[in-house]
């Protein structure tokens, strides 16, 4: 397969947030990102907001949107990924700059609902997540749900159609450096630095930040069946995913 040179680099500015809107990303939309819609669709209100935390260039806010008729509010601390978020041209959508910790311009308590998809994997610490969960428990509504999509890296070093994580026979403890390889929609593949963050540790991090009532789910290929797209969720055989399935979804409650 067509392989990145060597090298890593950040999703900052231009170039990095063009390159993260290339990602082929088949394996999220396959066992990812349609269970984060139907976690929000259990548990949100018909036509509330949903505060996208981590909305990077927008692509799966604006599916949010159009399926489940829900407000985007989407949040980034990066203002090259909030510019692509914008050219979506997502009906009703809002964006805002993270800066420090904090979106500024939005005031407590103004989401229904939330989610934040792969963004833990680019926290460092455990202060760093508690913070992100912290900004997120300020902007939602009391008993609203938190909807987390990660990698699991008890994955580590299995070939999946889109990515791979860590490597082969690591054990990989909370907040450990971690590398991931994503798949390009042309074929090339881009290495970039990471942080572990297994289930377990999230959890306990979530209760740390005030959240409650938080359960963990792995999506299967088979499951995907009526969730997924189903042109792609026939496009493959998903072996690596269905021998070990790669990502959780985490849905909490803001106490």
């Known amino acids: 397969m067509p392989q990145e040179p060597a090298g890593e680099r950040a999703w900052a500015g231009r170039e990095g947030a063009r390159a993260f809107a290339a990602v082929d990303a088949a394996t999220d939309w396959l066992v ?12 949100s209100p018909a036509g509330g907001a949903l505060l996208d935390f981590g909305c990077g260039p927008g ?7 159009r399926r489940l ?36 311009e ?17 926290l460092p610490d455990e202060e760093t997540v508690l913070g992100v ?10 008993g609203a749900p938190l909807v987390l999509l990660t990698t699991d890296p008890a994955g580590s070093g299995v070939e999946y159609a889109s990515l791979r994580v860590g490597e082969p026979g690591v054990a990989y403890h909370p907040g450990q450096p971690m590398t991931v390889r994503l798949r390009r929609t042309d ?8 942080h572990a963050w297994p289930p377990a540790a ?24 009526g969730v997924a797209d189903p042109e792609h969720a026939h496009s493959r055989d998903w072996a690596a995913e269905r021998r070990l399935p790669p990502l959780v979804v985490t849905v909490a409650t803001r106490a």
């Open 133 to 142: 969960f912290g900004e997120i428990h300020r902007l939602l509504r009391p």
């Open 32 to 43: 990812g990102y349609p269970f984060v819609f139907r976690a929000l669709a259990e548990n």
């Open 187 to 194: 074929g090339t593949w881009q290495t970039m630095p990471n």
């Open 69 to 104: 008729g829900m407000r985007i509010i989407g949040v980034d601390a990066s203002e090259e990924m909030l510019v692509l978020a914008r050219q979506q041209g997502t009906p009703g959508a809002e964006y805002h700059l993270v800066t420090d910790g904090r979106a500024d």
């Open 59 to 65: 692509r799966v806010a604006d599916q949010a949107a």
């Open 202 to 225: 999230i959890l306990d991090l979530l209760e740390r930040a005030g959240f409650t009532t938080a359960a963990q789910h792995h999506p299967t290929p088979d499951e995907a069946e």
């Open 106 to 122: 939005l005031p407590d308590a103004c989401a229904d609902a939330a989610m934040c998809n792969h963004v833990l994997a680019s």
